[in-house]
C-alpha cells in the first residue's frame, strides 16, 4: 500500500536531483531515502528514476508519477492547514534571513511560530541577500526574507516592510547641528552593507559626484559592526534607521539633516513554487503581519529624532 512518505521522498529526489539533497530536505538519511525508493517501485512495478553520474533524473514512468505526487502533496498539505489543528504542522523550515531583520522583528517571528505552530522547527540563517538568493534557488532554503521582489522564475514574493536609510553619526563627528551636505559626510569614512549588495552600490553612487573627493567606503557583511564602529565615531553609517532604535534614543548616535537621498529597502518573504508550500505561506503571513505592526510601533519614536 502506498504511503505518503514514500510519494513524498520521491518528489524531492526528483526535484533536488539527488538522493543526498532529498536526505537534507526531509532531514533523514541517504540509505532511508533509497529505502523509501526502492520501496515505491515495487510497490508501483515499475522503475521510477535513473540514477546515472550522481543525477536522479526520473524515467517516464517517473515523469507520470511526478504529476499524481505533485497533486497528492498539494491537496495533503492544503487539508492539514484548512482542517488539522496548528499544532499538526510539523517538521523543520530552513529560514534565510537579512541582518536587518535579525536587527528587528525576527525575535518577535520565533516567538510567535512558537506559540502558533508549536511542532514546527526552524533553522535560521542570516546572509546577505545574493547569497540567500541563490540557496533559495538551490532549494537549501524554503524561504528567505530578503531585499526584493526577487525575479527569478519560479518565485513567489509577499512584501513585508519598506526601511527608510538613514545617515547616523556620534554625537563626537559634530554633525548632528544643522543640515549636513555632501561636502560635509565626504570628510569621513562611510560605513555601509557588504559589497554586491544592492544598498552597497545605491551608496557608493550617492557619492560618486565631480565636486566631491573619493570616499572612504568602508563594508561590513555584519550590521553589528557598522553600529558599533558609527557609535566609536569611525564614520558614518547608511543603513536603516529602524535597527538602532536604542543608540538613537540613548543618544550614541544622530540621524543627520541631509538632502542625500536613499531609496527605501524594500524586504520581502520569497519562496519558490511547490507542493508542500502551505507551511511556508503561514510563515511569510505571519512574517508580514509582524513585520507591519513593528513599522507602526515604531513610527512615532522616529518622528521624535
Known sequence: MLDFRSIETFLWVVKLGSFRG??????????AISQRIAQ????????LLNRDHRVASPT?????MMVY?????????QMMAEIGDASAMRGVMRLGVA????HTWLPRLVKSVNQVYPNLSLEIEVDITP?????????EIELAFVVGPLSASGVHNRVLADYPIGFLASPSLGLGKGPVTPADLARFPIITF?????????????????????????????????????????????????????ELA????QLLDTDLAIAPLTFTASWLASPDVVAVERVAELARQIAQSSLAVDAPAQARH
Open 40 to 47: 515505491l517501485e515495487r510497490e508501483m512495478g515499475v522503475k
Open 60 to 64: 517516464p514512468s517517473g515523469r507520470q
Open 194 to 246: 557588504p559589497r554586491k549588495t544592492k544598498p552597497y552600490e545605491v551608496v557608493r553612487e550617492v557619492f560618486d559626484r565631480p565636486e566631491l573627493p573619493p570616499i572612504r567606503l568602508h563594508a561590513s557583511a555584519s550590521l553589528a559592526t557598522v553600529i558599533h564602529m558609527a557609535v566609536e565615531g569611525l564614520g558614518v553609517a547608511v543603513i536603516p534607521d529602524a535597527i538602532v532604535e536604542s
Open 69 to 77: 505526487a505533485e497533486k497528492l502533496i498539494g491537496l495533503r498539505a
Open 250 to 253: 540613548d543618544g550614541r548616535l
Open 22 to 31: 532529498a536526505a537534507q530536505r526531509l532531514n533523514t538519511t541517504q540509505p
Open 99 to 102: 541582518e536587518t531583520i535579525v
Open 131 to 139: 547569497n540567500l538568493t541563490a540557496r533559495l534557488l538551490a532549494q
